[in-house]
């Protein structure tokens, strides 16, 4: 589904502007975060000796970032700073998921209707209350991680796929210049004569 969303939203961009915007900017972004905010922690409980951080975060690790931030100033404001951020992120996800959802369930319409997009909306989230009212996340996880072997090899043949096409199209490219040079009129050359 992902890769059907960052499809969409990536029309019309060079395979340059794609790999930046899709795939390098988010991970030296990630990579940023990770960096600051694990550093700081273990900064925190080994350099400052805040054993209680770890204690915490050991204890329950849904609260690890909230006991993390009361070690800044203005704790209160990141930490709803922090929720904000976690909002966004779920809406925009489900708001991708169920956009790629109605696509697939009007056979591929660039536009779904709002009714199948309402209606996937109320699915996911009627399922997401129940694995969490459940507390059947784990076996979700379990069933994630079972996937995840087919999948790698999905990805390696298309990786393969995107690169034989990609060399066709150099190639064809190529041999169009070719043309070009050997006398053939391109299309502007024949508008100017």
Not at 44 to 55: D, F, M, R, T, Y
Not at 117 to 127: D, E, L, P, S, T
Not at 175 to 180: F, N, P, V
Request: charged share 10%; glycine share 8%; aromatic share 8%.
């Amino acid at each position: 589904m992902v890769g059907s969303f960052v499809a969409r939203i990536s029309k019309g961009r060079t395979i340059k502007e794609f790999m930046l915007g899709a795939v390098f900017i988010p991970a030296l972004g990630s990579f940023v975060w990770f960096a600051v905010m694990g550093g700081s922690a273990i900064h925190i409980i080994q350099n400052l000796g805040e054993v209680a951080l770890a204690q915490a975060v050991e204890a329950d690790v849904t609260s690890a970032l909230f006991k993390f931030l009361d070690y800044f100033p203005m704790s209160t404001l990141l930490s709803v700073l922090a929720m904000v951020l976690v909002m966004v992120f779920f809406v925009t996800s489900a708001n991708s998921a169920v956009f790629v959802l109605g696509m697939i369930s009007e056979n591929g319409n660039p536009n779904p209707t709002s009714v199948t997009k309402v209606v996937w909306g109320v699915v996911i989230a009627g399922i997401s209350i129940v694995l969490i009212m459940t507390g059947g996340l784990s076996g979700l996880q379990s069933a994630l991680v079972a996937t995840a072997l087919p999948l790698s090899v999905l990805m390696l043949v298309m990786c393969y796929s995107t690169y034989k096409g990609l060399s066709e199209d150099v190639i064809a490219s190529a041999d169009k210049r070719c043309e070009t040079s050997e006398g053939v009129a391109s299309p502007a050359m024949a508008k100017k004569v």
